[in-house]
């Protein structure tokens, strides 16, 4: 599976911004899709993450202001973040895994990996 992030950038405190998240590759369509961030200094943090038929997950942090969607058509994942603030500077990445039962929180439930995108907010 071969994902690639777009649609970060520079914007200011307030803000909304939308990222994208094509997957490519053989059964692309039945994993689920997630996305993590890092930030200089700091682990991989689980934002969250979408199955196929559309069961969706989130970090505590971040419930309310996030917002992951799919398009299965597009095989495309999305992340809809508002209200941005200084604290979500960060290197966005998107991820695949193979499906496992259960809630998804984690790192470590992915095993494919995309080029992140970097998002950086002023103030």
């Known amino acids: 599976v071969q994902l690639q992030a777009s649609g970060g950038g520079l914007v200011q405190a307030g803000d909304s911004l939308r990222l994208s998240c094509p997957a490519s590759?053989?059964?692309?369509?039945?994993?689920?899709l997630g996305w993590l961030r890092q930030s200089p200094g700091k682990e991989r943090e689980f934002l969250a993450a979408?199955?196929?038929?559309?069961?969706?997950y989130y970090a505590d942090s971040v419930k309310g202001r996030f917002t992951v969607s799919r398009d299965n058509a597009k095989n495309t994942v999305y992340l809809q973040i508002n209200s941005l603030q200084t604290e979500d500077t960060a290197v966005y990445y998107c991820?695949?895994?193979?499906?496992?039962?259960?809630?998804?929180?984690?790192?470590?439930?992915?095993?494919?990996w995309g080029r992140g995108t970097l998002v950086t907010v002023s103030s």
């Open positions: 979408i199955r196929a038929g559309g069961i969706t």
């Open positions: 991820a695949a895994g193979v499906p496992i039962s259960g809630r998804y929180y984690s790192a470590s439930q992915f095993q494919h």
């Open positions: 590759g053989r059964a692309a369509s039945g994993f689920v």
